[in-house]
């Protein structure tokens, strides 16, 4: 396609300032260009072997290579390789009416972005040209370097390779009636995450086919050839059926070349324009039957061969970024935009058949853009026990509230990668049931299930946070040991959720089986370090780790998070029978305040005795807290024994960033009630787990201080003697105490 650069700005529709080159004349247009293929009032093409679609899809994939070079030129960086490969695909998908597409690949952004303009999506921010496009990609407030829902008409968040499966399932598990197609690329096929997550989720879901994994085989990755680059058709076929996909639907552009490129990836907008129809018809017909097979039953997978940058100003992995010397005055960007230039006509139709196109924008039409009902849970059977009585299990009493909202709830799931029998919460499974292709009463499992187990904590994490992404409840349970594996989907989607343009449910887990409670199993299975993770995620703004102190406690979190919108909620209890510290009122007192004062011990030999306060993170280090606490008050010094539920609501205002939280929670306990609860001569945190979660409290304290945390994991018999490996015995807090005190 030839394009100069002496075509007025005048003569071209106002969305196109900012473009710098427009084609003379573009071969073809006056036969297939004239009218719009998908008609006013229609959301796709009629028929996709129709060569006026295919040729205005293919229209469509150049503006967007145009668009993506232009923008990320006009900064000098970006990543406009990978997904200039699959530009025919994305096109195709969009004049076949699907809108709801996801993305494994954060570097693709530059080609939603264009996608969004072209629907007219991203008016919805004020971008309204080109050139505005231009001037707020990769800004704050404006067009990100990886994709995030705070970009109208994108439906998740896309940064870590392996997370897009997780998105592209959950929003089909909710909406079946809809194809969600994601694009997975070379690199992230070598993650293991991907098609093992899928094959899970089709033994536990066999009827949930309507995501549609777009693998965009082009060759290479970020810097080099991929790993899958060596893999034949056929090989490449047989491993998608070898996972379980019923049918695999592949385009390779090497059939259709017509310029003996050499190699087995080639760039299609090399081929004659002749060769370029055909390629196109192939692709727009081969992902018509994919999507109808999809959406049929079957799962199905969409493959695209063609060499990484097509289009673009290098090939292959030269391709993924732009460097400083890639400016719009670069020769190499310069000869790519003018290659690519379509004609001010062109332009329009392509952007009246984006807008039509799945009914409007997908700022408009896909299924993140509205808040998903959900069913009113009414009061939950919240169960107060005696404060004193017998020692209860706090996940078994937060497990039945579990299976309440499931029953109410139909679409609320919870997952679990290393069984919820062991961690204390068997009633969930009773009430909900494991999901398996088995019924089986004895192992409360069945095909209709709302429990989710893969072996998998990505897999887990990722399908209950995908779930809350997508609008819906659900619940993460694991072992607090082992939940670290799952933690990067989580904090990508809870990162997602402080920026989202709608409200929904909190994502929220529940981890159990904390170090404290494996001595036997040695340090593989003491891991507390998860917490120093949640700690530094609390100046996020919305993430709140609680530690509920007891049974009482357990359920006054889980009933408040349930109310929450936007956050990321992390209760952390034992499965032991623990003492019940707290009533119901003083349990939300804690959450609101961030902690409760647990024992109030005034010297009984002087008024001017020093006060020593312990601020204790958990419910089982409560145990030597307590008794230490006791024997200080023997010593004659006054004690305050300070159970710390909620540490976010005890940073300072300052030190976190809610108020940039789409949905902003800038609730802090002020100075006069932290001095209240934490003012003493002596003050010594302990927690069972990281010592960052104390920082709050350290850093407005003024007292003589000190912390006793975890250090690391050993074999023990008891929780008592790995506490002591780690320092934290009653003696030790005791002479500590003291030591300060004097």
Known sequence: MTAVTSNPQSAAPAFCEGIQHFGDSLPGFDQYGKTPTIAPGKTAIADPTDLTAVYQTLLTADALRYLILQVTAS??????????????????????????????????????????????SLEDMGIQTVQQLRDRFREKHGLLGHLSGFIPGILAPAGPLGQGQHFAMAAATLHRDKLFPFTVGDGGLGEPYIVSAIAHFHTAYPEVTNFLPVLVWNGYSQEHHSMVSTKSNDEMIAYWKGNGFENVVMVDAKDFDDQN??????DSTAFSFEQRLQFTKSVLTSMNEAARSALGGKLTVFIIKQLKGAGMHARGAKSHNLYAQHTLDNPDIIAALKARALTPEAWELVRTNCERAGGGPASKTAVTESVLPLPDLGQLPLEEFTVGGDPKVSTTAMGKLVGYVGNVDRAFTVTNADGNEASGIANINQALRIIHPVEDALYNQAPKGQVYEPLSEDACAGLAAGLALMGSRSLWCSYESFAINGLPIWQTVTQAMAELRRPTPSTMTLFTAGALEQGRNGWTHQRPEIEAYFAAMMRNGNVFPLFPPDANSIQVCYDWGLTTKNKGIVITSSKSPLPIHTTFEQARQALKDGAIVLKEMPSAESANAKTVV?????????????????????????????????????????????????????????????????????????????????????????????????????TTASAGELMAVNGITAEALAKRALALAH
């Not at 494994?104 to 072209?118: C, I, Q, T």
């Not at 787990?689 to 201080?705: D, F």
């Open 75 to 120: 900064k000098a960086s970006g990543h406009p390789g990978g997904f200039a490969s699959q530009a025919e695909a994305y096109a195709a998908l969009v004049m076949l009416g699907h809108k709801n597409i996801l993305t494994e690949v954060g570097h693709h952004a530059p080609g939603f972005y264009s996608a969004m303009f072209l629907d007219r």
């Open 261 to 266: 490129q050499p190699g087995a990836y080639v």
């Open 614 to 714: 312990f601020a204790a993170v958990g419910d089982m280090v409560l145990i030597p807290v307590l008794e230490a606490a006791a024997h200080l008050e023997a010593e004659g010094l006054s004690v305050r024994v300070v159970s710390v539920v909620n540490p976010r609501r005890l940073y300072r205002a300052h030190d976190v960033a809610w108020d940039l939280c789409s949905e902003p929670d800038g609730e802090f306990l002020d100075d006069a009630k932290f001095e209240a609860m934490f003012g003493g001569d002596v003050l010594i945190g302990v927690t069972g787990g990281a010592s960052g979660m104390l920082e709050p409290i350290m850093l407005r304290s003024t007292a003589k201080r000190d912390t006793f945390s975890w250090k690391r994991g050993e």
